[in-house]
Nanobody, 126 residues
Framework: QAQPVESGGGLVQVGGSLTLSCAPA????????VAWCRQASGKYREFVAAWRWSGGSNQYLSDSVKGRFAVRRDNAKDMIYLQMNDLKLEDSAIYYC??????????????????WGQGTQVTVSS
């Protein structure tokens, strides 16, 4: 499985919305979990959301984005999307798409994902 490819970043005002897209560069996301993580300047990379490929609830969100962000999968296109609403200044970061096969208990750990995209910049302005 190759490196995923993100798109959709940009500049948006506080309270605005943005949708990020993630595509598998080669192969497919089939049987893989796909996470969105972000890294703000001077901070560690953090988990934001994940789509788990199997069983039960598929969508997992960090507490900081719950109620504002949503992650969904388009099976026909084999794409993963991160819908971001009510954006805040603190959401500004480089957003990365990552894929892997973590166990459920490790789903929120950035180290659980093997393949990472190059990242896309999201900047929220006041």
């Amino acid at each position: 499985q190759a490196q995923p490819v993100e798109s959709g970043g940009g500049l948006v005002q506080v309270g605005g919305s943005l949708t990020l897209s993630c595509a598998p560069a080669d192969g497919s996301f089939r049987c893989s979990s796909v996470a969105w993580c972000r890294q703000a300047s001077g901070k560690y990379r953090e988990f934001v959301a994940a789509w788990r490929w199997s069983g039960g609830s598929n969508q997992y969100l960090s507490d900081s984005v719950k109620g504002r962000f949503a992650v969904r999968r388009d099976n026909a296109k084999d794409m993963i999307y991160l819908q971001m609403n009510d954006l805040k200044l603190e959401d500004s970061a480089i957003y990365y798409c990552a894929s892997g096969r973590p166990i459920l208990s490790s789903l929120r750990q950035t180290s659980s994902y093997s393949y990472w995209g190059q990242g896309t910049q999201v900047t929220v302005s006041s």
